[in-house]
């Protein structure tokens, strides 16, 4: 019996499983969010985009403003998935659900942040930015809630402050001059539907260290 031919078949369907194998974690890779991707956060309930500037509160903590824009092409909206403080993630790898991370604005370095002030229109919890350089303190720290295992990049999550259990949200408030339209920006003590979150436009990094997607950025 001539054996070329079963080598051949089987050579043949080993390497069309390696293939599928590796295929199918690339595609569960592009499916994440990942540590270090610089993201745009969309309120699926008021569709717009978290934000900040340079333009501090006038009220309450004094500290850098975090709003709600509903243009999808701000510079001043993208934001760093970053791992806890002196815990960093690893670079590329999937965030899980329950994890913590930070949140880190791209244009001032500083981090998604709250505390016990008041914010200025609704009278729910303050969001703010803090920190410099990426650095700010345990009042930074942000667990993502999801279903699955890993948040993905198609799925609506919240996010829970781990030092006050609440949720970053958005109701609809808008300012007025000199930031005239945004929506404030808020933190509210249960979850509900003004607290759900997606990834949309952003450059998401794989394990290789490489942008998966890289849009208008």
């Given at each position: ?51 900040s500037h340079d333009v501090k509160y006038g009220s309450g903590s004094g500290q850098q403003s975090v709003t709600g824009v509903e243009s999808a092409d701000d ?23 329950g994890q913590a991370i930070r949140i880190t604005h791209m244009k001032t370095g500083r981090n998604l942040h709250t505390h016990h002030f008041s914010s200025p ?97």
């Open positions: 019996m001539d054996v070329t031919p079963a080598v051949r078949v089987v050579l043949r369907s080993l390497l069309f499983l390696l293939l599928w194998t590796n295929g199918d974690g690339k595609e569960s890779e592009l499916n994440y969010v990942t540590c270090g991707s610089l993201v745009k956060l969309l309120n699926t309930r008021h569709n717009v985009r978290l934000h510079a001043n909206s993208y934001w760093q998935i970053r791992g806890k403080p002196n815990r960093p993630c690893q670079r590329g790898s999937p965030i899980k659900c229109l609704s009278n729910n919890q303050e969001v703010s930015a803090f920190g410099e350089n990426g650095e700010g303190d345990d009042q930074d720290v942000w667990t993502v809630q999801c279903d699955e295992t890993y948040w993905g990049r198609d799925e609506a999550v919240r996010f829970k402050h781990t030092g006050t259990d609440v949720f970053l949200s958005v109701t609809g408030e808008q300012y007025g001059h000199p930031i005239r339209g945004q929506r404030e920006v808020h933190a509210m003590g249960s979850p509900n539907q003004h607290n759900w979150w997606r990834t949309m436009e952003g450059v998401f990094i794989q394990p290789s260290q490489e942008p998966l997607r890289h849009d208008e950025l």
